[in-house]
C-alpha cells in the first residue's frame, strides 16, 4: 500500500513537473560570439590576452543549467566572431532573422550574444529595426569563459529571465550586463575594461534584477521619445558613412577626401564639445551638405547634447545628432540615407527630436 502511495505521488510529481516544463516560454537565442563566447590560454586571472567567439552557442546555454527552469531555448549561431568583425550587412541579416523569429508564436522573445565592443551599435540597430511588442535582450560579458568570476553566465541567465518577464515587453530592444537592464537606444559603453562598462549617462537604468533573478522595471513600458522604426526588409546593404574624430589641427581636406577617394554617401564628426570643429571645416561641410553628402554633427564628449549652432549643426553646414553618439549617430544616418539618398532634408527630418 505504502509502496503504491509512493509510486502514485512520484507519477504525480512527474507529471507536475512535465506540465509545469512544457508551459514555460520559448526563446530564440542568435548567439554572434564575443568574450561572452571568449578563451584565454593564460589561467584564471587572464582577463584581457584571450580569443573572442571560441565557444558554441550551445555550449554557452549548457554551461546555465539553471536556464532551463526560465525558459526553453533554440539556439542560432549566427556568427562567432568578436564584435569588431561584425559589420553592418550582417547586423542587417540578424535583425531580419530575429523579426521573423519573432512573428512566429512560438517564441517569448529573442536573445542575442554579441562583443561589448560594438554591442551599444547592434543594439541600436535592432531598436530602430525590430518592430515588435516582444522584448529583444542584448547581452554581453567582460571577462572571457575561462576567467574568475565570469560575468557571461549570470548575464546570460538575466537576459533570459528578463526576456521572458510580460514587465519586459513594448520597451524596445533592452541591454542586460551586469544586474542592470538598459534602453539598447541609450546605453553606451563608458569603459575599456571594467564590469560596470553600460550605462546611460544621462538617462540612467530602466531596471536592474532582484529576489533570485526577477527583473524590476523602474517605470512602466516606453519608448524613447526620438525613436523610429525603420523596414529593413528590402535592403541588403546599408549606405556608406564614415565618422571623423575632430581635433586641434585635424585637415579638412579630411572631409572631401572621405567623400570622393573612400565613397562615404554621408559623414558624421565626432565633434568637440557641442558638435564643434575648426572653422576652416564650414566652407567643406557646407559644400558637401549641398552636394547632397549629409553631414552629422555629433560629440567626442562621453555625454550631453549637440543642437543647432550659429554655424555647426545650423543645417546649412551640418545636421545635429541631438542625444546620439557618433556611432549611433552613424547607424541613424546609414539607414535614414537608405530610405532618402542624397536628400539632405529628409535626413535631418529624421535626425529631429532624436
Ligand atoms: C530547477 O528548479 C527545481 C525546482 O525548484 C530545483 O529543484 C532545481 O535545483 C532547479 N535547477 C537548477 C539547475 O537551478
Ligand atoms: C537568416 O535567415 C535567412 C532566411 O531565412 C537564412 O537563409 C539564413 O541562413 C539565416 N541566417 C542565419 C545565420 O541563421
Ligand atoms: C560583412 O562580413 C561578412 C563576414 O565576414 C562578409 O562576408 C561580408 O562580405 C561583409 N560585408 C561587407 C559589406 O563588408
Ligand atoms: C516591411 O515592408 C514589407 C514590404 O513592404 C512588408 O511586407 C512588411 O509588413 C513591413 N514590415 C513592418 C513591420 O512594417
Ligand atoms: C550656417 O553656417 C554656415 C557656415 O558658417 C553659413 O554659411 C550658413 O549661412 C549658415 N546658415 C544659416 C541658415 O544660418
Not at 509512493?6 to 512544457?22: E, K, R, S
Request: charged content about 15%; aromatic content about 6%.
Amino acid at each position: 500500500m505504502a509502496k503504491l502511495l509512493v509510486a502514485l505521488c512520484l507519477g504525480l510529481l512527474t507529471l507536475v513537473t512535465a506540465t509545469a516544463a512544457d508551459e514555460l516560454p520559448r526563446v530564440v537565442v542568435y548567439a554572434t560570439g564575443g568574450t561572452i563566447a571568449g578563451k584565454s590560454n593564460g589561467g584564471s586571472s587572464e582577463t584581457t590576452k584571450y580569443s573572442a567567439g571560441q565557444v558554441t552557442a550551445q555550449q554557452l546555454l549548457d554551461a546555465v543549467p539553471e536556464i532551463a527552469n526560465v525558459s526553453h531555448v533554440d539556439a542560432v549561431q549566427f556568427t562567432n566572431l568578436g564584435s569588431n568583425r561584425l559589420n553592418t550587412s550582417l547586423v542587417l541579416e540578424l535583425s531580419k532573422n530575429i523579426s521573423a523569429s519573432l512573428a512566429s508564436d512560438k517564441y517569448a522573445g529573442a536573445v542575442v550574444t554579441v562583443g561589448t565592443d560594438t554591442l551599444e551599435e547592434v543594439a541600436y540597430f535592432l531598436d530602430l529595426t525590430v518592430d515588435s511588442p516582444k522584448p529583444v535582450v542584448i547581452v554581453g560579458a567582460m571577462r572571457p569563459t575561462t576567467a574568475l568570476s565570469a560575468d557571461g553566465p549570470m548575464n546570460l541567465l538575466q537576459a533570459i529571465r528578463a526576456t521572458v518577464h510580460p514587465s519586459s515587453r513594448s520597451r524596445g530592444a533592452l541591454v542586460v550586463l551586469n544586474d542592470r537592464i538598459g534602453s539598447a537606444y541609450y546605453t553606451t559603453k563608458t569603459n575599456s575594461r571594467t564590469l560596470d562598462t553600460f550605462k546611460a549617462i544621462e538617462q540612467g537604468y530602466l531596471g536592474t534584477f532582484v529576489d533570485g533573478g526577477e527583473p524590476l522595471y523602474y517605470f512602466t513600458p516606453s519608448r524613447p521619445t526620438g525613436r523610429r522604426f525603420f523596414n529593413i526588409s528590402a535592403l541588403h546593404i546599408l549606405p556608406k558613412v564614415d565618422i571623423l574624430y575632430s581635433y586641434l589641427d585635424m585637415d579638412p581636406m579630411l572631409l572631401r577626401l572621405t567623400v570622393e577617394h573612400n565613397g562615404a554617401k554621408g559623414i558624421v564628426i565626432a565633434g568637440e564639445g557641442d558638435g564643434e570643429a575648426d572653422r576652416t571645416w564650414l566652407p567643406e561641410m557646407v559644400g558637401l551638405m549641398a552636394r547632397g553628402v549629409p553631414v552629422v554633427t555629433s560629440t567626442r564628449t562621453a555625454a550631453g547634447t549637440v543642437g543647432a549652432g550659429l554655424n555647426f549643426g545650423n543645417g546649412t553646414a551640418s545636421i545635429p545628432a541631438s542625444t546620439l553618439n557618433p556611432p549611433k549617430a552613424k547607424i541613424l544616418l546609414q539607414l535614414a540615407l537608405a530610405q532618402h539618398p542624397s536628400d539632405v532634408s529628409a535626413v535631418a527630418s529624421a535626425f529631429k527630436g532624436v
